[in-house]
């Protein structure tokens, strides 16, 4: 038998459960798959596991945890954890959530740390480096998404070879003039990147993610960084032009 829908009524669970329990020769026994799950947090599981029990003299927690030594004879609930892995690729597809809206407010690491899974982060750059987690989810280049994934040694490595590239992911990362970020050159800024480990860490999770269920082929037709069909901000686009877009590059020194 499969149970696939919860339901909040006794009497509709027992009834499911007791269509299975009916005689029938040569039948020994029933075996029930549950497979429901994401129900309503307010939904009462555990009055469902009560009610296989006799009297309401047991615990359904100690219950669980020795596998449910109190049930009527001959009959047994096993439990198998299939439990998925907690990444961001995992999460997004089990709640179906646009990844941009989930980090308006918190990174990764914050939501995490505010389920109690991971420890709160202490970025000394997370105020300002936190919206950066939100552009990266509108990124679908591929190759920007690698440099992404490979910061901050991909920014490094891109002042000496692609100045306007470098540019590009400045903003990405800082979104503001380094004048106001308190940074004098851009080499700072990548290097700034490792005092920040939580940041770092989303940004590669959300780039592998990206990489994942991008459609942008990463065709690169014009002498420019930018991957023909790629997603980017205004910034970004100015940058990759050379213009002084108000958030001048003028503020670092020259590459």
Not at 23 to 49: E, I, N, P, T, W
Not at 61 to 74: K, S, T
């Amino acid at each position: 038998m499969l149970f696939l829908r919860p339901t909040d009524s006794l009497t509709v669970f027992l009834q499911q459960l007791g269509r299975g329990l009916r005689h029938s020769s040569g039948k020994d026994y029933l075996q029930v798959l549950d497979f429901v799950a994401q129900m309503h947090r307010r939904y009462r599981v555990d009055r469902k596991f009560a009610a296989l029990l006799p009297g309401t003299r047991y615990n359904i927690e100690r219950e669980i945890e020795h596998g449910f030594p109190h049930v009527p004879p001959g009959c047994s609930v096993g439990r198998q954890d299939t439990g998925k892995e907690l990444t961001l690729a995992n999460y997004l597809e089990a709640y179906a959530i646009e990844p941009e809206r989930m980090f308006k407010d918190r990174t990764w690491t914050q939501w995490k740390a505010a389920a109690g899974l991971a420890p709160a982060p202490a970025d000394p750059d997370l105020a300002v480096l936190a919206p950066a987690i939100a552009r990266a989810c509108q990124h679908t280049a591929p190759g920007y998404l690698g440099f992404i994934n490979d910061l901050p040694r991909s920014g490094l490595s891109l002042v000496g070879e692609d100045g306007a590239a470098a540019n590009m992911l400045y903003f990405t990362l800082w979104g503001l003039p380094g004048a106001e970020r308190g940074l004098g050159t851009i080499q700072e800024a990548f290097g700034r990147l490792a005092a920040n480990p939580s940041i770092l860490a989303d940004l590669r999770e959300v780039a592998a993610y990206q990489l994942d269920v991008t459609t942008c082929a990463g065709h690169k037709p014009y002498p420019l960084p930018l991957e023909l069909h790629g997603h980017y901000t205004n910034n970004e686009i100015q940058a990759a032009f050379g213009r002084d877009t108000g958030v001048a590059l003028a503020t670092f020194r020259p590459l």
